[in-house]
């Protein structure tokens, strides 16, 4: 057996940012694109642009600089607090599967 665990962040009991967003965030900042990150997940564009706007919506702050497309190309980039995001997410994450992983030890495996 093991143990699992899943970290998310609310805010007023609705889902503000979780391992999806996360996951659709890092697939933008290493493409530089909403479209490609999207294809990248197996996702519609439109699916991809929810999560990120439900995000925004939530944490009332920007995530994304947009790039209209056209002849030279679109794209998008993470803003610095997008990517401060990330970063501390991943952190949190990490450390919460550490402290469970030690705890199940402690308790299961006595």
């Not at 970290?7 to 996360?22: A, P, Y």
Request: proline share 2%; no cysteine; net charge positive.
């Amino acid at each position: 057996m093991r143990v699992r665990s899943k970290v998310w962040l609310e805010k007023d009991g609705e889902l503000v940012f979780g391992s999806g967003k996360w996951l659709i965030l890092k697939a933008i900042l290493e493409t530089g694109s909403i479209n490609k990150a999207a294809k990248k997940m197996n996702m519609s564009y439109r699916h991809a642009w929810s999560y990120v706007v439900s995000a925004q919506k939530r944490i009332d702050k920007p995530l994304l600089i947009r790039n209209k497309g056209g002849p030279g190309g679109g794209g998008a980039i993470l803003t610095d607090y997008a990517k401060d995001l990330l970063k501390k997410f991943a952190r949190l994450e990490k450390e919460v599967k550490v402290f469970t992983n030690e705890r199940y030890k402690a308790i299961f495996h006595k």
